[in-house]
């Protein structure tokens, strides 16, 4: 029987199958050696949703087609567009051979009802008219006079006049008598002080309630009345 020489033992962290031997194994799932660094996984992209249904993301059978542009895609399309019901196939195929988009405008309906329109000039002219109409809303706001028991005649025409400026131009006016220490023995007084105010402004307002006294502080709310300040006699 021949004689076969016994293989060199290799040294820790060896490898024969690589040129010198030495340095560390690639890592392979299930077995040894050092995992890679592990870096940030990448986020997926956040896709935005679009307020109203578009196109093929219509799933629908039948639509009701809507607006004010029915003439023009008679126009474009070589075929007569009218109001109705349609298949949602046909919208679509329409709305992409002329470059717009069959968009969903109420989808509660029976059957819901969509437009082909240009959806990204759809979206800018009514961000556009809530724009205009937010600017063109008044903000009301609640103006406060204030008086103390012993108002004299001259500052309390003074307070009047503020309170027509204020109730003129749509605000709210809040009128109070605060009463200091001792000085509430003198609410009656300070109800007849409200009570003329009340009289002065009432063609420029309308109190809410009569006035009331709440801990040291009496007082009266007046809303503008809707037809604004009275006119000035010539």
């Known amino acids: 029987m021949a004689f076969k020489p016994s293989r060199p033992a290799q040294k820790p962290g060896g490898n024969s199958s690589r040129p010198g ?48 542009n029915l003439e023009e895609l008679t126009e474009q399309l070589g075929e007569p567009v009218e109001a109705g019901i349609y298949s949602t196939s046909k919208l679509q195929k329409w709305a992409e051979e002329i470059g717009l988009d069959l968009v969903e405008i109420n989808p509660n309906a029976e059957p819901p009802v969509v437009r082909i329109i240009d959806y990204n000039k759809f979206l800018y002219q009514k961000k556009k008219r809530e724009k205009e109409l937010k600017a063109n809303t008044v903000k009301v706001e609640m103006k406060e006079i204030r008086f103390g028991p012993e108002t004299g005649d001259h500052d309390f025409e003074f307070k009047v006049r503020h309170a027509k400026t204020f109730l003129s131009e749509g605000n709210k006016v809040k009128a109070y008598v605060q009463f200091r220490g001792r000085a509430i023995v003198f609410k009656d007084r300070g109800e007849l002080l409200l009570l003329r105010f009340l009289k002065e402004l009432e063609e420029y307002g309308t109190a809410e309630q009569l006035p009331r006294l709440e801990g040291k502080r009496m007082n009266v709310i007046l809303t503008p009345k809707k037809t604004g300040a009275p006119k000035k006699k010539d």
């Open 21 to 68: 031997g030495g340095g560390p194994r690639p890592f392979t799932p299930g077995g040894g050696g050092p995992r890679p660094p592990r870096g940030p996984r990448p986020m997926p992209g956040r896709q935005v949703q679009p307020e109203h249904r578009l196109n093929e993301f219509i799933r629908v059978t039948e639509v009701r087609l809507i607006g004010d």
